[in-house]
């Protein structure tokens, strides 16, 4: 029996053209044997959950510098929760004051990581996540 | 949710089963002899095309582009693109969806991204599984995108209707377009990225040679100019591909040419079974071990190895 592989959805919503973050770490976690779905810029929260439901991805990331993350994150949850996709994860990174990170937490977004983040703690944060599932 | 729940949700047209149903069949769970045996009932009414070139000849975007024209015609497509898995980390960065943008809000598209997970012919693992499922589901056209592939990888053509090989400018001269391999399998030929200089050259190199290999014929492979991104030579595209099923239907070559598609799997699902059947055993795995080491002393030779190792075979149960 082959183990599961994790998959991760990389996304990049909203008007924001800088995407040198996000493909570092589409590499990076492809590097540590994930496979990874790049979809590219300027993504819509419909797109990103259409992709990610028809990849039956486990996890989502959104890297968002622009300053949307208070509309984003919140958006692709509650079109998660409408397509009876809870059970995918969704993290994140860029550039996201403290008093929001917090509040994005509370309504169930996983980590939210901040420039200059090593790869190796975001590999680090998956593999605890679905430490479970790649046992299994 | 079980599989029984799963499969009813399937049949209902539920885009989230199905794509539960697909990660059963990628990851080979136990489940997927069920899901197989009901799939196998209900393929046979998707048309399929595949869709392989070199990398960076543009079949993502040319896919893209297709598949938008096709929706005034067909509302229901799959997709399915293949690339690869890397060899050391496992890892795959899979970005074919990235050319693919303006179809993730249409409805009835559904477009699969697959890793090769080690496979060498072009297409990941269970890319027929797959392509068998989104039939079953419905699709009435399921188009198939191999990873960049070089001159061997001519699997695709067994797997799908018709075959459409990309090519551009760039991917050399007439003496490339001579070689066997890829030039053999296009039931349509395309040179995308038709712009740059050289495209008209390779134009008429493939021409010829089409004209040369397929004398007696009945079928001529067209060759057409596209620049996919301007969505130029879309339109002519999308009437080959009708023109060669119509004439797969005309001459009775539909069915054939998918029978003999089932008997290659037969072939081959019944060669690796025996494989493995044959690596499970106890008796051969040492007998192996202790050929290796007689070949590597040079007490005996290959051939003489692989004799000792035949007359061990019948005592596999």
Redesign the interface.
Known sequence: ?????IKILIAKPGLDGHDRGAKVV??G????????????L???P??IV??A????VDIIGLSILSGAHMTIFPEVLRLLKE???TDIHLFGGGIIPDEDKEKLYQMGVGKLFDPGTKISEIVEYINNLFKEKVSE | MTIKEYLKKFEEGDERALSKIITIIENGYEESKEILEYIGKRTGKAYRIGITGPQGSGKSTLIAKLAKRLLSKFKEIGIIACDPSSPFSFGALLGDRIRMNELFLEKGIFIRSMATRGSLNGLAYKTKEVADILDAFGKEIIIIETIGVGQVEVEISNLVDTTIVVFVPESGDGIQVLKAGLTEIGDIFVVNKSDRIGADILFYELKNLIEMSYQNSKWKPPVILTQAVNNYGIEELEKEIINHYNYLIENNLLEEKRKKAVIRELVNNFENEILKILWQSERVKKLFEKVVEEVWEKKITIEEGVKKLIKEVKYVK
């Open positions: 029996m082959e183990k599961k592989k589409a590499r976690l492809r590097d540590a044997g994930f496979e990874v779905i790049y979809t590219g300027h993504q819509t419909e797109m259409n992709t439901i028809q990849e039956d397509k009876g996709a």
